[in-house]
């Protein structure tokens, strides 16, 4: 199976920037879609952004403008570079993989296959 491990995240300040970087097993991951989620307490998991093979880019609104997500497909990473964080941005942080067989990225949680393990992001104010 599939294997999607998180790193970085923590404590920052309103303002301040953290990354979040996410490494996946399996030769497909080159291919498929790559996501990136979030789940606050209390709240269902929402889409933050996700890039296909190619290059295509989405983001969430709420997140346009300040959050970048990249891939690396050659070493199999996707990261999530976050600026500007607001204390809404609070919340546990998953990386995703479509393995539906699709090639384009979606905003749909469902949509995904594999999932890290999830790393906390806390943004004080």
């Known amino acids: 199976q599939v294997q999607l491990v998180q790193s970085g995240g923590g404590l920052v300040q309103a303002g301040g920037s953290l990354s979040l970087s996410c490494a996946a097993s399996?030769?497909?991951?080159?291919?498929?879609?790559m996501g990136w989620f979030r789940q606050a307490p209390g709240k269902e998991r929402e889409f933050v952004a996700a890039?296909?093979?190619?290059?295509?880019?989405i983001y969430a609104d709420s997140v346009k403008g300040r959050f970048t997500i990249s891939r690396d497909n050659a070493k199999n990473t996707v990261s999530l570079q976050m600026n500007s964080l607001k204390s809404e941005d609070t919340a546990v942080y998953y990386c995703?993989?479509?393995?539906?067989?699709?090639?384009?990225?979606?905003?749909?949680?469902?949509?995904?296959?594999?999932w890290g393990q999830g790393t906390q992001v806390t943004v004080s104010s």
């Open positions: 399996g030769r497909a991951f080159s291919r498929n879609p």
């Open positions: 995703a993989a479509d393995f539906s067989g699709r090639r384009m990225a979606t905003i749909s949680r469902n949509d995904y296959d594999y």
């Open positions: 890039a296909n093979w190619s290059g295509t880019k």
